[in-house]
């Protein structure tokens, strides 16, 4: 038998599946350097020279997240509330559900908040939306005014921090 393709001979461990003891090709073993090469080379430049990471990347996302007018002063009395209910029972309860309990969308009546159960966070979040989730960008839909009386109404409903 040539040396080039004898067997390790575990066959009786492996449930009879045998395997050559044949070096790496050539071409594997130099990807398999690049590769190290590459890794050291680009986690330097990441971390050091450049000093980049995650938690920084996610910062500036947060930073650059656009922030809207606030026009809440005038409205979270009891009218632009139950304003605030018809826009909800036409707009979102097909998500968020009749009593605000989630479905496609999360609870709005509890007191955990992805994006902040102020009303100001709640006014925010529902005029930018979260597109890539499946929030609809409410504010240009909406306008500013309906957008307070929604969120308003949202806030008033136990969960508002
Ligand atoms: C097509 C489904 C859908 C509709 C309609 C919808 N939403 Fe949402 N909403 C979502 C999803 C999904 C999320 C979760 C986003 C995430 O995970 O970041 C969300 C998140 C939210 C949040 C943030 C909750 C938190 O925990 O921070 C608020 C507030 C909200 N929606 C209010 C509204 C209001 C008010 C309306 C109606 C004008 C509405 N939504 C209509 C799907 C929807």
């Given at each position: 038998m040539s040396d080039k393709d004898r067997v390790l001979g575990h066959a009786d461990e492996a449930d009879g599946i045998e395997e050559y003891d044949n070096s790496l090709p050539t071409w594997w073993v130099g990807l398999f350097y690049c590769c190290i090469v590459f890794a050291a080379v680009y986690g330097a430049d990441y971390h050091f020279l450049r000093s980049r990471s995650s938690a920084s990347e996610m910062e500036q996302a947060i930073v650059a997240r656009p922030k809207v007018e606030q026009t809440t002063a005038a409205a979270v009395g009891p009218e632009a509330i139950a304003a605030g209910k018809s826009v909800y029972d036409t707009n979102?309860?097909?998500?968020?559900?009749a009593a605000l309990e989630g479905g496609v969308g999360p609870n709005l009546a509890d007191t955990t908040w992805i994006h902040g159960g102020t009303l100001s966070a709640i006014q925010n979040t529902i005029s930018v939306g979260v597109p890539e989730k499946g929030m609809l960008t409410w504010g240009p839909i909406l306008g500013p005014e309906k957008v307070a009386q929604v969120a308003a109404f949202v806030h008033a409903q136990g969960g508002g921090q």
């Open positions: 979102c309860v097909a998500c968020h559900g």
